[in-house]
């Protein structure tokens, strides 16, 4: 069982508002990573992690940003929501090497009006 | 850099019926290959991988891979599809050293048709 969790699972919130998605893992990986999910889409990457005090730009340019002061935690903030933001975002952890399992948490469904 | 292509972004299929979804990869070293599933309403999680050894995978719910470096494919087949089957697939490919970045193709949805 997966132990990667993400808060809140729906989000519908008006433009201009700050908002911070959650994403916490209690396995101890060291990578960590935001994607965005669209419909008919691939799954692109806006943030990476390799540990604490690491973060990384994906192929997709994002206006969020992220954090990670602690292994667990990587939160996604939006400063001013737009509607162009509206997306699914997933968060996943993994250990470190490109033969690893990503785990996933179970998204953030993100509406903004 | 590296890319994935999965042609199919719908395949309805009959229950009990056989299925292949395709996956195509470029990468301009090697690579590792995955299959992840995502059920509705919920994430993405590994359904097989193939990191080196048998070109063929096989999964726990009976889906197998096989890994065609010629072509540069990852086909994912079943020979019997069930109800619960029904789900996105998704093909994705790492660069072998450590610090690459996974990246998904665009996914192919599984329709089982009862």
């Known amino acids: 069982e997966a132990d990667i969790y993400q808060t809140p699972r729906y989000l519908v919130i008006g433009t201009g508002k700050k908002i911070t998605l959650e994403c916490s893992q209690t396995?101890?990986?060291?990578?960590m990573y935001w994607y965005q999910q669209d419909p008919g889409m691939e799954l692109h990457l806006i943030h990476y992690?390799?540990?604490?005090?690491?973060?990384e730009k994906g192929d997709l340019s994002s206006e969020s940003t992220v954090s990670r002061i602690r292994t667990e935690h990587f939160p996604l903030t939006l400063e001013s929501a737009r509607p162009s933001h509206t997306s699914q975002y997933l968060c996943?952890?993994?250990?470190?090497?490109?033969?690893?399992?990503?785990?996933f948490g179970q998204g953030t469904r993100l509406t903004v009006v | 850099a590296q890319s994935v292509t999965q042609l199919d972004s719908q395949v309805p299929v009959f229950e009990e019926a056989p299925v292949e979804l395709r996956c195509n990869y470029s990468?301009?070293?090697?690579?590792?290959l995955f299959w992840y599933v995502q059920y509705p309403n919920q994430g993405l999680q590994l359904l097989l991988k193939?990191?080196?050894?048998?070109?063929l995978v096989e999964s726990i719910n009976g889906f197998e891979a096989e890994f065609n470096k010629s072509q540069t494919s990852f086909h994912l087949r079943k020979p019997s599809v069930h109800i619960s089957d029904t789900a996105e697939y998704f093909c994705?490919?790492?660069?072998?050293?450590?610090?690459?970045?996974?990246?998904f193709g665009t996914g192919t949805k599984l329709q089982v048709i009862p």
């Open positions: 396995m101890g990986h060291d990578k």
């Open positions: 193939y990191l080196s050894g048998s070109t």
């Open positions: 990468s301009s070293v090697s690579v590792y």
């Open positions: 994705a490919v790492s660069g072998i050293e450590g610090y690459q970045k996974v990246t």
């Open positions: 996943a952890s993994s250990e470190l090497g490109g033969h690893t399992e990503a785990f």
């Open positions: 992690s390799y540990g604490v005090n690491s973060t």
